[in-house]
């Protein structure tokens, strides 16, 4: 298959177009990060620029297209929602009526957070009920998706993993921070299920060979707050957990509301796929191993 993976240069997209690459011939598209050394074909530009979506299909010629690009720092979409809007509504709406006029697939990655986290455990049939400007244009994404493109994937996501620049998921900050010796805080009353990226990566390109359709949330088996998160991963690494403060997200000062229990079935996802979802301690074993191999240099190194 000829696989686009926009979002290239981003967390989910880097592990998404290395894992894609195994057994398709991937394009992968970055906007403002350049990936000089990537083993893939790399395309750069701003999906945000006039016909830029139309051209980008017609010169890829895709058989699969996997949206990865958002803006996805919420802090980011607090301070400028209309660009959120563009960029996490708009997009998505244009990328599912080009790719279904053109016959490809789409599989479009969303999030958890279109819920509000205050009841959990929630299945595809709920309400969503988004509480800050990221949560409500990623829903307004999906919208347009299932509204364009019926046959669309549409996956709400969580995930922690190895990016390029090392800084972009919440494990990589853990890391950081704590192998420098720094205190963090880590809260205990957010709730959540996030899957290893290459993990959510090898399961999106499931999906998309068993040709599915439809909402589905891709998040793991195992959901916890993120201070036991954080605790878990510094044990795994040998770092000290008591850098680790208890606290509540009350108490962080971020702009953005958060969902305080973000906690998601995947049943869905497990009968279509027919296997379990991988935990969130394997998850943490297998992002031990990737460092071990030196993979966090290897995506450096591709920059
Ligand atoms: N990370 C999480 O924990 C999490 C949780 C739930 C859902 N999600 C969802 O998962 C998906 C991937 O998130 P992520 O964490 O991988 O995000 P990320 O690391 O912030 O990456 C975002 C990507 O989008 C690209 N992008 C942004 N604006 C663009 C534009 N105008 N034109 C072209 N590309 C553009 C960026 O390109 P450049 O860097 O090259 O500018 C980057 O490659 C998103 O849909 C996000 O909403 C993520």
Redesign the pocket.
């Known amino acids: 298959m000829r696989v686009l993976v ?9 592990n998404v177009a290395l894992e894609a690459r195994q057994d398709h011939t991937v394009i992968g ?5 350049s ?1 000089r050394k990537a083993p893939f074909e790399v395309l ?5 620029t006039e016909g830029f979506v139309e051209r980008l299909l017609d010169e890829t010629q895709p058989d699969w297209v996997i ?7 919420l802090e980011a979409c607090e301070s400028d929602p209309a660009l959120a809007a ?3 509504t708009e ?1 998505p709406r244009k990328l599912a009526r080009n790719v279904a006029r053109g016959g490809a697939r789409l599989l479009h ?5 279109v819920f509000d986290g205050r009841r959990g455990d929630y299945s595809e049939t709920d309400q969503p009920n988004p509480l800050s400007v ?1 949560a409500h244009t ?1 829903l307004d994404g999906e919208r347009a998706v299932m509204e364009a493109d019926p046959d669309a994937i549409i996956t ?5 993993g190895w ?1 390029l620049t090392g800084k ?3 494990a990589e900050w853990f890391y950081n921070n704590l192998s420098a010796g720094k205190p963090v805080m880590g809260f205990t009353d957010v709730f959540f299920c ?1 899957l290893l ?1 290459n993990h959510l990566a090898q399961i999106l390109l499931e999906m998309l060979s068993l040709e599915l359709s439809g909402l589905f949330h891709v998040v793991s088996s195992e959901c916890i707050p993120k201070y036991d998160f954080g605790v878990a991963l510094a044990r795994k690494f040998g770092l000290d957990d008591r850098l680790i403060s208890p606290a509540s997200v009350a108490q962080s000062g971020l702009k953005a509301a958060r969902s305080p229990n973000l906690t998601l079935r995947n049943t869905k996802l497990s009968q279509a796929l027919n296997r379990d979802i991988p935990g969130i301690s394997t998850g943490i074993e297998q992002f031990y191993t990737l460092y071990q191999q030196g993979f966090p240099q290897k995506l450096q190194e591709m920059l």
Do not use: E
């Open positions: 926009t979002g290239a240069s981003g967390l989910l997209g880097i598209l970055v906007n403002t990060l990936l750069s530009g701003d999906l945000l949206h990865c690009a958002a803006l996805a720092n563009q960029i996490n997009v990655v969303s999030t958890d957070t990221y990623k709400r996501v969580n995930l922690f990016s972009r998921s919440l996030p990226a």
